[in-house]
């Protein structure tokens, strides 16, 4: 009889990594099925197998204690990670406590980084690193600017010095990586090799950056990189896997999570739509005991309790501490004036007809049930027509045509450039052009590509630099409105630029033509000209535009709960309070279930009223 034989249990992965496989001998068929049973979600699959996904085995691995038999054999990966997840929870709880757990002194983290580094360090970076290394993995939720990618090397250069880890996986947004690159050169005495994954993983590389969307494809590869040597891995912006293993980059993120000595979590924007998002960025870190963690703090709906209760899971620099000049998003409400087109077309998308509106009623119907084409209506209704390319311009004219007294409304609809300007428009080109008279860059956002296109010729006047998700020359565009005098408006997208990069120092005013639901891509986005290196005195200018009665109320209103919520929930006042306690999944742009609600008041109130 083999040794594999006589145990009358064996644990370890499924080939995912992200499940727990339990295989039984003969005689304890019965204990096997009785102990299935223990865990919430999973089951057996056969009379001697049972599946169970990872994060519910270590929330319920204490009904292990019952099985009746010593002879159980443990997958050494997975035993590690219990074992450190375990020692982390032991040290919240210890810690919530009041006892004096922290085996890591600021004073001291300088000396643990070794002689290889020599970045300086600000006092609330040695504070962060050392509640880090105090725990055996961790997360930093300090706001962008705070230096995270300076702190998650720190981190790393004390983990190697210890010998506990000998290279870096950096999972990124690709506009992220110039920091990383940057930062591995600025800290090191001898720089670490480092590389951006090509085909598949250099060998040679200490650290190694690859993007959230390579992840998936390219799993066995970099767990083959991860298994050769000790390993850390960092999750930079870590609130793009925030739908945990229901989603593929978070499913490939709790699949490589397991083979890493350490692992880490950066991102700003931890809890954009509420609690569950949290629990998913948890599960990563502490497979298992994150989401009960989240759970238990945030059922009671006391948000200071729960604050209380998750603060030793992470650490944050807020804006104060960081000594930032404030600054004061200002909403700026444009009137959709009565008898224009752009009012009569909009209100027909929502449901009130005017006279010429009634004989398209269909067409105006199945418009207006679309989220994204009411976002686009309330910018302009031109945007809803189809162009050549998802790229073409809107053309207007100057002076605009006299309205057509015969054409139907849906005519109209489509040629509106024509015989109206955007009031978004207009408010967004005289807002830079007072900048640009008084010598002060613009940064402009909107969601919509089209949208980009047409203030990229609106604004042509101010030589703007543009970047959307389909821009070849990203960096020349960038490096263009920094450097160059005459360029002095640069358009863009949050989806596309609202992280990894830093336009502080050439502007101080941000303009949004529009916003969706997506609370965390609008902080992130906000943080491109408020971070961390400002001159005490600078004046950073928010202005958000949003046309009266429409969509952008609702808009504006989903946004104030949800960063309420975040702003308790991280004890940090500086976050604009923005809050909801329910769970809402995710669907289009950024809307939730309670976006949906909101959204379907005030359709229903546009049609009575």
């Not at 948890?282 to 006391?302: C, E, K, N, Y």
Request: charged content about 25%.
């Amino acid at each position: 009889m083999t040794v594999a034989e006589e145990r009358s249990l064996t644990i370890g992965f499924d080939t995912t990594r992200t499940k727990v496989v339990l295989r039984a001998a003969q005689q304890f068929q019965r204990d096997l099925a009785s102990l299935a049973t223990r865990f919430s979600v999973g089951g057996q699959r056969s009379l001697l197998t049972a599946e169970v996904g990872l994060d519910d085995f270590l929330a319920g691995i204490e009904a292990l204690a019952d099985w009746p038999d010593d002879g159980v054999d443990w997958d050494q990966e997975l035993l590690a990670l219990v074992e450190s997840v375990m020692d982390d929870s032991d040290f919240a709880e210890r810690q919530l406590q009041g006892e004096s757990v922290r085996h890591v002194d600021a004073d001291d983290v300088e000396s643990l980084l070794g002689v290889g580094w020599k970045a300086d360090l600000t006092s609330f970076q040695q504070r962060d690193i050392a509640h880090l290394l105090s725990m055996q993995h961790g997360a930093n939720f300090s706001v962008p600017g705070a230096g995270k990618t300076r702190v998650g090397l720190a981190v790393y250069a004390a983990m190697k010095e210890r010998g506990d880890v000998r290279r870096l996986l950096v999972v990124s947004p690709k506009s992220a990586y110039e920091s990383w690159l940057f930062e591995a050169d600025e800290c090191f005495k001898e720089a670490p090799v480092t590389r951006v994954m090509g085909s598949t993983p250099d060998p040679s590389a200490e650290i190694l950056i690859v993007n959230y969307e390579r992840l998936d494809k390219s799993l066995n590869a970099l767990a083959s990189w991860l298994r050769a040597a000790p390993s850390m891995v960092i999750l930079d912006e870590a609130h793009r896997m925030k739908l945990g293993a229901r989603g593929i980059y978070g499913s490939a993120c709790m699949a490589l999570g397991p083979l890493s000595r350490r692992r880490l979590i950066l991102t700003g924007t931890p809890a954009p739509n509420g609690a569950r998002d949290l629990e998913n960025l948890l599960s990563f870190v502490w497979p298992g005991q994150g989401r009960r963690i989240v759970t238990s703090a945030v059922d009671g709906g006391d948000l200071a309790y729960a604050s209380q209760v998750l603060r030793p899971m992470f650490t944050r620099t807020t804006k104060h501490e960081l000594g930032l000049p404030p600054f004061q998003t200002r909403i700026r409400y444009v009137p959709l004036p009565d008898g224009s087109l752009h009012r009569e077309i909009y209100d027909a998308l929502v449901g009130r007809y005017s006279a010429r509106a009634s004989a398209e009623r269909d067409d105006f119907d199945a418009l207006g049930k679309a989220m994204l084409r009411l976002l686009m209506a309330a910018t302009s209704p031109a945007l809803l027509g189809e162009g050549e390319s998802r790229y073409e311009p809107l053309a207007y004219r100057v002076p605009p045509l006299e309205v057509p007294a015969g054409d139907s409304l849906f005519t109209l609809m489509r040629d509106l450039p024509a015989y109206e300007l955007s009031p978004k428009y207009k408010e967004a080109l005289k807002i830079v052009s007072e900048n640009a008279a008084a010598g002060r860059k613009t940064l402009v956002w909107t969601t919509f590509v089209r949208s980009l296109t047409t203030m990229e010729r609106l604004f042509a006047a101010y030589e703007p630099a543009v970047v959307h998700g389909g821009t070849p020359d990203r960096e020349d565009q960038i490096r263009r409105f920094r450097t160059d005098p005459d360029c002095m408006v640069l358009l863009s997208n949050p989806a596309t630029l609202g992280e990894g990069i830093s336009l502080h120092h050439e502007c101080h005013d941000a303009v949004y033509v529009d916003r969706d639901f997506m609370a965390g891509r609008f902080l992130q986005s906000l943080d491109r000209i408020h971070r961390l290196g400002l001159a005490p005195d600078t004046e950073t200018r928010v202005t958000v535009l949003a046309a009266e009665k429409t969509i952008d109320e609702v808009v504006a209103l989903r946004l104030e709960q949800k960063l309420e919520f975040m702003g308790k929930i991280l004890d940090d006042p500086s976050v604009q309070q923005l809050a909801d306690l329910q769970e809402e999944p995710s669907i289009a742009a950024g809307m939730d279930m309670g976006d949906v609600r909101a959204l379907m008041t005030y359709l229903d109130d546009a049609v009575r009223n």
